[in-house]
Nanobody, 116 residues
């Protein structure tokens, strides 16, 4: 059974940092491109960052480029999102999924709240 479990969200001050994790089970992570997505209140879900399976190349949305870093640990079947210099616009529920995303395996996500 494929399962994605996001964690690491919470309350962070503007300018602060947070590290999100996504634990994958039910398939071998190293064979798949995977990424982070987010959904802010009243908005649609958007792609934040992706990492390939082959060479680990990464892509970032313009809004997070230079502030967020995606990484993967294939041995632990886990991906991460290091979020630095967080802004109020980063407040959202963050999800991980394959790239392109598979609708049936969305997890519960992890809430990131940005407030001073």
């Amino acid at each position: 059974q494929v399962q994605l479990v996001e964690s690491g969200g919470g309350l962070v001050q503007p300018g602060g940092s947070l590290r999100l994790s996504c634990a994958v089970s039910g398939f071998t992570l190293e064979y798949y491109a995977i990424g982070w997505f987010r959904q802010a209140p009243g908005k649609g879900r958007e792609g934040v960052s992706f990492i390939s399976s082959a060479d680990g190349s990464t892509q970032y949305a313009d809004s997070v480029k230079g502030r967020f870093t995606i990484s993967r640990d294939n041995a632990k079947n886990t991906i991460f999102l290091q979020m630095n210099s967080v802004t109020p616009e980063d407040e959202a529920v963050y999800y991980c999924n394959l790239v392109p995303p598979v609708q049936s395996i969305w997890g519960q996500g992890t809430q990131v709240t940005v407030s001073s």
